[in-house]
């Protein structure tokens, strides 16, 4: 039924949706809202036989899905930056064991300086951790993308993060249509586990791999995900048979034909762009959007055939990786190999600064000029950066970086937003 | 579009009423989309919410820089924060006060906003009549849908009876129709009459 709801809170109850078994989770903002939704469905006795466990820390949470997975039970938690960062090693190990966790990542920042609002560092510095990684544009979106995942990761024995911008997201009421039970039932199938702990036919799972076949495993593990790249796009078609939704999928292009430049980025910043390219359209500038919903795997051959005919590619990404650029671009400009398209890095909405239109319009004119600089920083306070620059080139003790900032900030004016 | 940007301070309700107007727009058939501007969640800590109310899928997430309408639900904000940033010139403000234009010093400020745009509305003695507490939030969506026209009323109640069950939805409900009323009886007064907006 289509209302008006809290992205958390339509997230929360697609999961009730996918009869959950075990969830286990920690709360951290702010995926808050989806966690304490759901435990307290749990306790109303509205989730089945499912059991919600408090867990001492993220890292408790994941470990608690590993074991509930292995033996059999569907499992699903969420977190966010630091948690996300703390759980990191049992973050491989649910890949490594091919055990089917869907995970929630509400992004956001990743400290210090501490932060809590959106950008996507805590997903990206987990990119090669072995999950599937699918990125939702909507409220709807997100909720759909939890569907899909549990049946990607039990067809696949793959653990798959939806990852949902926080706050922009997670706290916005927007309109969600959320199916019902008989439909959600019809296109996830009970978990019916590929490999399962059972004490009446013992096996071990996690044994020490050494020289003589790690690489093996991981060639496996890498050609597993290469074969998930058919199987998140079948998901999503048959989901829209299903549902007469798009939701999903590898990448999806707006107002690609005739694009001479193309904009590409993932999550809730798509929107936004739409309305630029609108904008830039009515100007006459030949420009398109390219969605990535899909990054892990990451669909090169799809990326290549939507740009091969543009003549630039702009990649905004809220992520930075540090004396190296964009994240997103590399990857993109991998997928783009010899075919002479340049490739321009756009680092945006950082800690949650909120990406406007009209600076993505006029980014958009300076990188046909040929104006910015590589990789250009969007609405960079340039002001501040230099004098904290010429501060430190004056003292060497000039103190804490983040401080410092903040303070030159306030000194030119608190703005509204 | 209708942008309207909500300000006040942690704990009276702000990002609720943003919530509690999409709700009431989507009641009415709209699309609405509503947010916060949270920063560290701490009681008394200025806070903003934004709403954007449209006949059509609403696509951008960017923060509401050019509001159609401001809610201000607490006026020691006033002096302090740039609340009038970007405020469209033939926009709508609702203040949450007992004093006047003049007293709150900001009289000639907004005395080039079109006649029946601007009101000052007691919302905080409306919240302890009806629910024993200085709730300004509900009152203040009741005087929206007067001033602006854009919400029925009986939407925005709707909204409300949702999201708070029983007894204090239907106070929150009564809130928002004394909200309503005040801002229909002082733009009578003033002689102003009702300018609603655009509907979409």
């Known amino acids: ?417 | 579009m209708i942008a309207i940007r909500f300000h006040g301070r942690g704990g009276q309700g702000v990002v609720t009423a943003a919530e509690l107007l999409s709700m009431a727009a989507f009641a009415d058939g709209k699309h609405a989309q509503a947010f916060p501007s949270f920063g560290s969640e701490r009681m008394g800590a200025p806070v903003m919410a934004f709403c954007r109310i449209d006949s059509k899928t609403i696509r951008t997430r960017e923060a509401v820089t050019h509001p159609d309408m401001l809610i201000v639900q607490d006026p020691t904000l006033l002096h302090q924060v740039e609340i009038f940033s970007g405020l469209s010139p033939d926009g709508y403000v609702l203040i949450n006060s007992t004093f006047s234009l003049a007293e709150l010093g900001i009289g000639d400020f907004l005395k080039s906003m079109p006649p029946g745009h601007v009101c000052v509305v007691p919302a905080s003695d409306i919240g302890v009549k009806h629910m024993r507490h200085p709730i300004a939030n509900t009152p203040l969506l009741g005087a929206f849908a007067g001033i602006t026209g854009v919400i029925a009323l009986e939407s925005v109640q709707s909204a409300m009876r949702q999201k708070f069950s029983g007894a204090l939805g239907e106070a929150n409900a009564a809130a928002a129709q004394d909200g309503y009323d005040h801002v229909i009886a002082s733009l009578a007064r003033e002689g102003s009459g009702l300018h609603h907006a655009r509907t979409t």
């Open chain 1, 1 to 417: 039924m289509r209302a008006q709801l809290e992205g958390s809170q339509a997230v929360a109850e697609a999961i009730v949706l996918c009869r959950p078994e075990v969830i286990a989770a920690y709360p951290i903002s702010p995926q808050t809202h989806i966690v304490e939704r759901l435990s307290r469905m749990v306790k109303q006795g509205d989730v089945g036989r499912c059991q919600y466990l408090n867990v001492e820390s993220e890292f408790g949470a994941l470990s608690v899905l590993i074991g509930a997975s292995a033996a059999g039970a569907r499992t699903y938690t969420a977190t966010t930056s630091q948690g996300l960062l703390f759980m990191a090693e049992a973050v491989y190990n649910a890949a490594g064991l091919g055990l089917p966790i869907v995970m929630t990542i509400a992004n956001r920042a990743v400290g210090a300086p501490i932060n809590i609002w959106n950008d996507h560092s805590d997903s990206m510095a987990l990119r090669d951790a072995g999950w599937i990684q699918l990125y939702a544009e909507t409220n709807q979106e997100a909720a759909d993308l939890h569907i899909q995942a549990f049946r990607l990761a039990e067809e696949l024995s793959c653990p798959v993060m939806v990852c949902m911008d926080g706050y922009i997201l997670t706290h916005a009421y927007e309109p969600v249509d959320l199916p019902d039970q008989a439909s959600v039932d019809a296109f996830l199938p009970a978990f019916s586990p590929v490999q399962l702990l059972d004490p009446s036919e013992p096996i071990s799972i996690g044994a020490m791999v050494g020289p003589e076949a790690f690489t093996e495993v991981k060639y496996l593990a890498h050609q597993q995900h290469l074969r998930a790249l058919t199987l998140v796009q079948d998901i999503s078609d048959s989901f829209e048979r299903q549902f007469h939704r798009q939701s999903g999928g590898l990448c999806t292009g707006y107002r690609m034909t005739d694009a001479d430049t193309i904009v590409i980025a993932l999550g809730s910043v798509i929107g936004t762009i739409q309305e630029a390219v609108d904008g830039l359209r009515n100007e006459g500038i030949a420009v398109g959007c390219l969605k990535i919903s899909c990054y892990r795997p990451f669909p090169s051959q799809q990326i290549r055939a939507a740009l091969e005919s543009s003549s630039r590619v702009i990649v905004v990404e809220k992520d930075l990786a540090v004396g190296m650029g964009g994240i997103v671009s590399a990857d993109v400009r991998m997928a783009l190999n010899g075919l002479h398209i340049p490739v321009h890095t756009v680092i945006a909405g950082l800690g949650g600064r909120s990406i406007s239109t009209e600076s993505l319009k006029q980014m958009v004119r300076d990188v046909r000029a040929e104006r910015l600089s590589e990789p250009h920083f969007l609405d960079l306070n340039l002001r501040v950066v230099d004098e904290e620059l010429a501060r430190r080139r004056e003292q060497r003790r000039a103190g804490p970086l983040a401080e410092q900032v903040i303070r030159a900030v306030n000194a030119i004016g608190t703005k509204v937003v």
